[in-house]
């Protein structure tokens, strides 16, 4: 087994500490068998099992105390084996998260208890111990070599007086027979194993493009790359994925099916996770089996494609024939030729296994295609170990933001006399001693490090690297000339990913436990700028960088005042800030926030914001803006006194503060208690007045947020309408951007569901933007929109505004749209319309084919169409006209389907909207024969008094029917019934009671003729 693990199995580099496993087919291959020599030890060799190792196996494993049943002592941190040794020692020991395992039964068990998760530990045991024989067997077995380990661990077996050495013997035999089997198993893999190309993939995706097209003979819909830059070596993959193997991304569209987002890799073509919803990242996991090649691929996947395939085949062939021109082969030779190049001191058998994996062979010289330097060999290699460290750990966020594409000087361009100056600079970095070094330091910072020439220069003539060496240094003074040049050149996006690939993150982390609190600000303000890329922002928090960065907030004194402050304090009070500036370009990711919040950031946050400092509140309040997404953060801004804060803070002068302010507000109001909190400390005056002040979108966004959140609750909107804050929102219906009018639209609906604010909106000419808004196809101004209208319509005199205006016709227009939440509130919209326009059943006739339309939104799988559907039906059913063309439509048995259901707000409407389609033709009957009756009896037995009322509506018009009359009965409707006629509610007791009445009729004919 540590012949296969030091030969065959795919380990990582790393600059600090023993490599781990690359995510590669062949290492999942050799860790699944030995999960299954493992697995069946226990039963296979019962007496070996029982072996106590020599040193217990350890690592940290992922699993928790509850999952350990019997046979085990579990308390909530620990788990015992109840097996233990000759000393009482147990053979299983798990202190979360690390266990030690002292013999093969309870590794055997372990995997059974990891169910799905066997893998991961198995490869956690593999990571921790690389060489398992020596903890089993004994250190003396250290020194094998590869050729001679059977015949010596037997001579030393031999030789050995222990009593357990027959058994000691056994296990080294079937060590031996699994490293046997484990080589033999993987060489077999290798030999199978695919190995493709760029160049080769490239020319699979240009010779499929030809055929791809609209029209139905070609192959494919069409075929695109994920992203236009194409590196040095052909890959386009992102640099941390090469390393994996993996050269490009393509999107292809099949006649026959959906979009498909591919990988294509080293080891094949595969399906991934697709386009992730945040920032058009890729969810790089493998989806699905391994195909060969792309088309190997597609033909599995796509019928249609295989068809035209058979079709074209004569021309594809011929074309496929072309690209296998041996010209095509030079460009092989160029990367055979790079490769020798780039691993110039490496071994023989270190450049077959190259060959073998392309992702090996991308792990050195992975610098290439990102960063292109003119560097040593030594310098790559450093540089490589560091990036390793850094992709080393997966992580359940997107790759990378969406990023500007790499710019590059070109050769022949005419370089600015800066570009030259700065390459001499980076000369004296490289080789001069330290104060040479801090000169050089000192000029470059006197070139305009703001002007994207100078940082490109930087980073194109090396000085990245050095900047970031220097950083690693005993000399303050480098650390700091480093640093103040790498926070300016990091506003960059570009120097930002650069920075990231050569590891200078896990650098900068460390540098923020430093005594000097110079040292600290520089490295905190710097993540701050390189966390605005995701990938930065994720190694920020796997090397410690939260912890520590949260820690540094606890610097601040607590004065308020800023001319109180002495130097010292001054100093502390910035290292706060720079803390603060930095969590807040970290809190941008889920996972940060959490652990921002278990590391005690909140509550020194909190204290934060009690300050004065301006500079020091912007990064705060930003930092609980982001962090107010998450519900445990808005229950302690709820909690902690911080709205109050929040709203002193709004009538600041500083227009940034108030935008975040404003923009937490937003994030907290969804509860109503912070509703109420921000209008009892005063909070909504501000507001108000804010809205007249609307040269910053960015600020006018935040706040006309706040006021939408707010407007929720009632008597928030009475104080709005004392501010005036009303006619200032109509007036922001026009001229503004999408991400205002969204929310000027939703504090309008609010506002509207009061007669009094309907007035002002109609009185101040704001129907008519609200009309002229339903035409777009931002689908949360839509949604908000079609409140507002509908709100509006609530109002006969607004009503006849948004008729005239052809309001209605756009409102039914919407039900076509594809998004569920948009056809819901346009259904919600129009039940006011319905109900309020003059000649209500004539204007819906007018529609051709919204009838049809509306009815065949019955099918929709969503619950909130559902209802706003059979809400507008009611309203629609009102006309005898119109029920009756529904009726042939097939309203009835749409309706009866949707009668077993749950949900009591769709209970509601469904059964007001049955009651209404009763009263045409047979519907009644036709209601019973579809078996609608039963499932809304069980609806009296509901909680809502609303759901009760359309009920017993529903059921009197039902009950005109004999036959479900007997329904009715044998499913217990008059004892529910009887409880209802003495409801408050009259209409309730009167439907109740009317039913109760057709069901006595009923049982009393029915007697009556029997005895007759």
């Known amino acids: 087994m540590g012949v296969a693990l030091a030969k065959l199995a795919q380990w990582t580099t790393a600059r600090h500490g023993a490599g781990t496993l690359e995510i590669t087919p062949l290492n ?33 494993t992922s699993l928790e105390p509850s999952e350990f049943e019997s046979g085990y002592v579990v308390s909530e941190t620990t788990v015992k084996s109840e097996e233990v040794d000759k000393n009482g020692q147990p053979l299983l020991f798990l202190s979360v998260p690390q266990i030690k395992i002292r013999s093969f039964g309870q590794l055997s068990r372990l995997l059974f208890i990891a169910k799905t998760a066997k893998l991961k530990e198995a490869q956690a045991c593999v990571e921790a111990n690389r060489d398992p024989i020596v903890k089993i067997l004994g250190s003396d077995y ?55 190309n760029p160049v080769t993939v490239k020319k699979d995706i240009e010779l499929l493009k030809r055929f791809s097209g609209k029209e139905d003979q070609t192959v494919l819909e069409s075929i695109e790359y994920t992203s236009d830059y194409e590196f040095s070596n052909g890959c386009r993959a992102p640099p941390w994925r090469q390393i994996h193997g993996e050269i490009c991304y393509v999107l292809v569209k099949p006649h026959d099916g959906d979009t498909l987002c591919i990988t294509c890799s080293a080891g094949g073509v595969f399906l991934n996770g697709g386009k992730t919803d945040d920032e058009e990242g890729i969810n790089y996991e493998r989806k699905g089996s391994i195909y060969k090649d792309l088309v190997t691929f597609l033909r599995e996947k796509s019928p249609q494609f295989l068809e035209n395939m058979s079709k074209q085949g004569i021309s594809f062939n011929e074309e496929q024939q072309k690209e296998k021109d041996p010209l095509g082969e030079a460009p092989k030779k160029e990367e055979a030729a790079a490769l020798h190049k780039d691993i110039s001191g490496s071994d023989k058998r270190s450049l077959e296994k190259n060959q073998i994996n392309f992702g090996r062979n991308q792990m050195t010289k992975r610098l290439e295609p ?65 104060t040479a070094t801090v000169i050089a330091l000192c000029s470059m910072r006197d070139f305009n490090l703001a002007q994207e020439t100078c940082q490109l220069a930087i980073r194109d003539v090396g000085g990245l690297e050095v900047l970031i060496n220097l950083l690693e240094t005993d000399e303050v003074k480098c650390k700091i000339g480093s640093l103040k040049i790498l926070k300016e050149i990091s506003h960059n996006p570009q120097i930002r990913r650069n920075i990231v690939d050569l590891g200078g993150l896990p650098i900068m982390v460390n540098i923020l ?34 912890t520590k960065l949260v820690a540094l ?66 990064p ?155 035409v777009g196809i931002n689908q949360a101004l839509l949604v908000n929109v079609t409140k507002a209208v509908g709100a509006c319509a609530v109002e006969p005199e607004s009503m006849m505004i948004i008729d005239h205006l052809d309001g ?118 036709a209601f019973g024969e579809h078996k609608a009756v039963a499932p809304l009896v069980r609806y009296l037995k509901s909680n809502d008094t609303n759901v009760h009322r359309a009920t017993a509506q529903a059921l009197y018009q039902l009950s005109e029917d004999a036959d479900n009359c007997i329904t009715m009965h044998e499913n217990g409707a008059v004892k529910l019934l009887l409880d209802m006629v003495g409801s408050p509610d009259q209409d309730l007791q009167e439907a109740a009671a009317g039913c109760i009445s057709n069901i006595r009729r009923l049982a009393l004919a029915t007697e009556k003729a029997r005895y007759t």
């Open 620 to 774: 705060v309040v930003g930092t609980l803006q982001e962090c107010a997404s998450e519900e445990s953060y808005r229950a302690a801004i709820k909690a902690g006194r911080i709205i109050k804060s929040l709203v002193k803070n709004l009538s600041s002068q500083n227009e940034q503060l108030q935008e975040h302010c404003a923009m937490a507000i937003y994030q907290c109001a969804e509860d109503e208690e912070t509703r109420d909190l921000v209008r009892l400390h005063g909070g909504l005056k501000p507001l108000a007045s804010l809205l007249n002040k609307t040269d910053n979108k960015e600020r006018l966004a935040a706040v006309t947020g706040a006021i939408w959140k707010c407007s929720i609750s009632k008597e928030n909107v009475t104080k709005f309408r004392e501010y005036k804050a009303i006619e200032t929102l109509v007036g922001l219906l026009t001229d503004q951007p999408e991400e205002v009018l969204v929310n000027v639209v939703g504090a309008l609906g609010e506002c509207c569901q009061e007669h009094e604010n309907r007035v002002i909106v109609r009185k101040c000419g704001g129907i008519q933007p609200l009309v002229n808004l339903l």
């Open 370 to 434: 990102s960063l292109n330097r003119k560097t040593t060999v030594n310098y790559k290699q450093k540089s490589a170990e560091k990036i390793e460290e850094v992709i080393s750990d997966s992580s359940s966020e997107s790759e990378e933001d969406e990023e500007p594409p790499d710019h590059r000087q070109e050769a022949n361009a005419d370089l600015p006399s800066e570009y030259w100056q700065i390459q001499k600079l980076v000369k004296y970095l490289k080789g001069g001693n330290q």
């Open 513 to 546: 436990d430093s005594p000097h609190k110079s040292l600290k600000c520089l490295a905190a303000e710097t993540i701050a700028n390189v966390a605005k890329c995701k990938r930065a922002r994720r190694v920020v928090r796997q090397y410690g960088g939260i």
């Open 142 to 196: 250290n020194t094998m070599k590869e050729d001679s380990i059977a015949l010596n661990i037997l001579d030393k077996i031999t030789r050995d007086d222990d009593p357990e050495s027959e058994i000691k013997k056994k296990i080294a035999m079937l060590l031996k027979q699994l490293d046997q089997h484990l080589l033999n198993h993987s060489l077999k893999h290798i030999s199978l194993e695919i190995s493709l």
């Open 28 to 60: 999942e291959v050799i860790l699944k068998e030995i999960i299954t020599f493992v697995e069946s030890f226990i039963y296979k060799y019962p007496q070996e099992a029982k072996f106590v190792f020599v040193e217990p196996l350890e690592w940290n």
């Open 553 to 618: 907030l606890d610097c601040a004194h607590d004065s308020t005042e800023p001319t109180q402050l002495s130097l010292y304090e001054a100093r502390d009070v910035e290292v706060a800030r720079c803390g603060a500036l930095a969590l807040w370009s970290c809190s941008k990711s889920h996972a940060n926030k959490e652990a921002i919040r278990k590391a005690g950031g909140f509550p020194l946050l909190a204290r934060l914001l009690k300050t004065s400092h301006e500079n020091m509140l912007i």
């Open 808 to 925: 209605v016709r756009l409102l039914w227009s919407l039900l076509k749209n594809p998004h569920p939440d948009v056809k819901a509130s346009a259904a919600w919209a129009l039940c006011p319309c319905i109900e309020n326009a003059k000649d209500a059943g004539e204007m819906v006739r007018s529609f051709v084919g919204g009838l049809e339309l509306i009815v065949n939104l019955l099918k929709s799988d969503n619950k909130e169409v559902l209802a706003s559907v059979c809400a507008a039906i009611t309203n629609i059913a009102k006309d005898q006209e119109n029920l009756a063309v529904i009726t042939d439509h097939g309203v009835v048995p749409l309706l009866s389907k949707l009668a077993n259901t749950n949900n009591n707000k769709l209970r509601h409407h469904l059964a007001e909207a049955i009651s209404r389609c009763c009263t045409w033709g047979r519907n009644r009957v």
